[in-house]
């Protein structure tokens, strides 16, 4: 079935930083995918998502390329701040169902230090 | 514009006793969605409402849980006895539409902890 692999956490860095969150997915077809934040007390947001192979999804700095090859989609950062620091879910979409339910990993606690 | 809305934010309740987790989607959005995160482990889909439909409820997880969706508007989340293992965050997303271009705009949570 579809499922989705991130790295463990938490992950713990200083301000600026590089960040990496790994994820790998399982999926039948083609699917979108996903990164959501938590930020302390809130609900989840979309950070970015790509679509299709070799897509770039950007916004506040983070980056993740879909790579069909190595079924995977890491998030990145160039210098992280503290800020930054929140859960990160890797999701999926089913495609081709008319449900477009998400299919998550555990999460990433991310904790950025001054 | 009002965002996704849960409520109540919290809830303690004993073993056995009935618990009614609400959302208010977006204005206008027709896809509603109720997800679980058990123990800090991924989260999970529990049902998908298409106005006051069920579209798909293969995530719930069983006959205690019963989502209701009357008028296409707000939903409830009754779980009833509740069970220890029903503990975690409970979330609420809406939708327009159900392409990968429709964004699922998440509310806060209900954190459910079951004594």
């Known amino acids: 079935g579809n499922s989705v692999t991130q790295m463990e956490g938490p992950v713990t860095l200083s301000e600026e930083a590089f960040l990496t969150i790994n994820c790998t997915y399982t999926?039948?077809?083609?699917?979108?995918l996903f990164w959501y934040v938590q930020y302390p007390g809130e609900g989840l947001q979309l950070l970015l998502k790509a679509t299709k192979a070799d897509d770039k999804g950007s916004n506040k700095g983070f980056e993740a390329t879909y790579r069909k090859e190595t079924t995977s989609f890491h998030l990145e950062k160039g210098s992280v701040q503290v800020s930054d620091s929140a859960v990160y879910f890797c999701a999926l979409n089913t495609p081709g169902g008319a449900t477009n339910k998400l299919i998550f990993g555990t999460g990433t606690l991310l904790a950025v230090q001054p | 514009e009002a965002g996704v809305t849960q409520f109540p934010s919290h809830s303690v309740i004993e073993k056995g006793q009935t618990v009614t987790l609400r959302c208010d989607p977006i204005?206008?959005?027709?896809?509603l969605y109720w997800y679980r995160r058990v123990m800090g482990k991924e989260i999970k889909f529990l049902l998908h409402f298409v106005k006051e439909s069920k579209q798909d409820e293969s995530g719930m997880p069983n006959n205690r849980f019963l989502a209701e969706r009357t008028g296409g508007t707000y939903s409830t989340l009754k779980v009833q006895p509740a069970e220890l293992e029903d503990s975690g965050v409970y979330f609420c997303?809406?939708?327009?539409?159900?392409?990968?271009?429709?964004?699922?705009?998440f509310g806060p949570g209900t954190r459910l902890t079951v004594l």
């Open positions: 997303a809406s939708s327009q539409g159900t392409t990968s271009y429709n964004e699922q705009f």
């Open positions: 204005s206008g959005h027709d896809n």
């Open positions: 999926a039948t077809g083609y699917p979108s």
